[in-house]
């Protein structure tokens, strides 16, 4: 079992940053993939960026690359989103998810575990 709880969102001016954070507990967390997705009001969970368990292979949707970073470190059991340059777009509750394949895959169904979310709102 794998427990993940997201924190970091807020309010936030168009064009500002902000990180999110994903720590996770249970089962070995160095050994599996860590995605980040997000869902807007009324709109389906959609992928946003995903890293492999060795910190070096990266995922990310054409929607944020080049302005969201994604990172983890092992040591603390913790994954990162850095997100820069938002956009009123950007607005949706973020969540962390674990693959325990390993891969750094888009697929919501791919995800064995999620957290509860974290709020991101991106003012105008």
């Known amino acids: 079992q794998v427990q993940l709880v997201e924190s970091g969102g807020g309010l936030v001016q168009a064009g500002g940053s902000l990180r999110l954070s994903c720590a996770a507990s249970?089962?070995?967390?160095?050994?599996?993939?860590m995605g980040w997705f997000r869902q807007a009001p009324g709109k389906e969970r959609e992928f946003v960026a995903a890293i492999r368990w060795s910190g070096s292979g990266f995922n990310y949707a054409d929607s944020v690359k080049g302005r969201f970073t994604i990172s983890r470190d092992n040591a603390k059991n913790t994954v990162y989103l850095q997100m820069a340059r938002l956009k009123p777009d950007d607005t949706a509750v973020y969540y962390c998810a674990a693959d325990l394949a390993g891969y750094t895959r888009a697929a919501v169904h791919d995800y064995e575990y999620w957290g509860q979310g974290t709020q991101v709102t991106v003012s105008s």
């Open positions: 249970g089962r070995t967390f160095s050994r599996y993939s």
